[in-house]
């Protein structure tokens, strides 16, 4: 079974005068423990995808199911468990995720605690996340202290820090310079590999296919168009072995021209001049 499968979705806005469609009949399936990049401009459908499989947005058709939930059929209730338990999201801004009034440490077990973990087993599941994921060093930091790319890693380890099924994950470096947004995505790649956890990331950015298992790209609602990810640290494509030369079966001298009678019948056998007839 696919960790995500959404099915002919369809999601309808009101606006004056009529109705938009920010999905239009999309289908996508996604395996289990595969790293899915979602690629596409502002605009393009990608928000309301991830809002539609964390069940914050219910689709006007079409069936999704994610994580083994069929939203379709899900009350609130089922919904809400579905985020606080088996959905992993990390937002582009972190101060979405990050609370300012407490410190890196109950940042990353808040996750934890809303799952239901009690504040000493949490704070010490936390503490471990961090230091797992090379973070130990920032634990008693306020996240005002934070530089962009710590805080995105921090968030990242709290999103991850309850052992979610699926992490979606919306622009995660739109914020970021290059160097902070590869550590991210290395990070983010890491982290959901630890864990065996499935990964959809949606960003305009495609160098995020350096984390990709495959790529897909969205417009105007629809997937249009599907390819494998580009070369990557754990995608490496050996370059073909060089052919060899193969010996020249025509021994006519060079300096015949296409046309003449000898050179007429080296065509077959390789002539290169662009006068020469098809071979």
Same mark, same amino acid.
């Given at each position: 079974?696919?960790?995500?499968?959404?099915?002919?979705?369809?999601?309808?806005?009101?606006?004056? /005068?009529?109705?938009?469609?920010?999905?239009?009949?999309?289908?996508?399936?996604?395996?289990?423990?595969?790293?899915?990049?979602?690629?596409? =401009?502002?605009?393009?459908?990608?928000?309301?995808?991830?809002?539609?499989?964390? /069940?914050?947005?219910? =689709?006007?058709?079409?069936?999704?199911?994610?994580?083994?939930?069929?939203?379709?059929?899900? %009350?609130?209730?089922?919904?809400?468990?579905?985020?606080?338990? &088996?959905?992993?999201?990390?937002?582009?801004? @972190?101060?979405? @995720?990050?609370?300012?009034?407490?410190?890196?440490?109950?940042?990353?077990?808040?996750?934890?605690?809303?799952?239901?973990?009690?504040?000493?087993?949490?704070?010490?599941?936390?503490?471990?996340?961090?230091?797992?994921?090379?973070?130990?060093?920032?634990?008693?930091?306020?996240?005002?202290?934070? *530089? /962009?790319?710590?805080?995105?890693?921090?968030?990242?380890?709290?999103?991850?820090?309850?052992?979610?099924?699926?992490?979606?994950? %919306?622009?995660?470096?739109?914020?970021?310079?290059?160097?902070?947004? %590869?550590?991210?995505?290395?990070?983010?790649? *890491?982290?959901?590999?630890?864990?065996?956890?499935?990964?959809?990331?949606?960003?305009?950015?495609?160098?995020?296919?350096?984390?990709? %298992?495959?790529?897909? &790209?969205?417009?105007?609602?629809?997937?249009?168009?599907?390819?494998?990810?580009?070369?990557?640290?754990?995608? &490496?494509?050996?370059? =073909?072995?060089?052919?060899?030369?193969?010996?020249?079966?025509?021994?006519?001298?060079? *300096?015949?021209?296409?046309?003449?009678?000898?050179? @007429?019948?080296?065509?077959?056998?390789?002539? &290169?001049?662009? *006068?020469?007839?098809?071979?």
């Amino acid at each position: 079974m696919s960790a995500i499968d959404v099915t002919d979705a369809f999601c309808l806005y009101p606006i004056p /005068g009529g109705t938009v469609a920010a999905l239009r009949g999309l289908s996508l399936a996604v395996e289990d423990r595969e790293r899915l990049v979602v690629h596409g =401009p502002n605009g393009s459908g990608k928000t309301t995808l991830l809002r539609v499989l964390t /069940g914050e947005v219910p =689709p006007s058709a079409g069936s999704v199911r994610i994580a083994g939930v069929d939203l379709a059929g899900a %009350d609130e209730a089922t919904r809400s468990r579905l985020r606080l338990t &088996r959905l992993g999201v990390v937002d582009q801004h @972190t101060a979405r @995720t990050l609370r300012p009034e407490i410190d890196v440490l109950d940042n990353v077990a808040l996750q934890l605690r809303l799952a239901g973990v009690g504040r000493v087993e949490a704070r010490r599941r936390a503490g471990e996340a961090l230091a797992r994921l090379g973070l130990a060093a920032l634990a008693d930091r306020s996240p005002a202290t934070l *530089s /962009g790319g710590e805080a995105q890693r921090v968030a990242v380890c709290a999103a991850l820090a309850h052992e979610p099924t699926v992490v979606l994950a %919306d622009e995660p470096t739109g914020e970021l310079d290059l160097a902070s947004a %590869d550590e991210v995505y290395d990070l983010l790649s *890491s982290a959901v590999a630890s864990i065996g956890a499935t990964l959809l990331l949606v960003t305009h950015d495609q160098r995020a296919a350096r984390i990709a %298992d495959r790529m897909v &790209r969205i417009r105007d609602g629809r997937l249009s168009e599907c390819s494998a990810a580009r070369t990557s640290p754990r995608r &490496r494509i050996r370059s =073909p072995a060089p052919r060899r030369r193969q010996p020249r079966l025509d021994r006519s001298p060079r *300096s015949k021209r296409c046309g003449s009678p000898t050179a @007429t019948a080296s065509c077959s056998t390789g002539c &290169r001049s662009t *006068s020469a007839p098809a071979c």
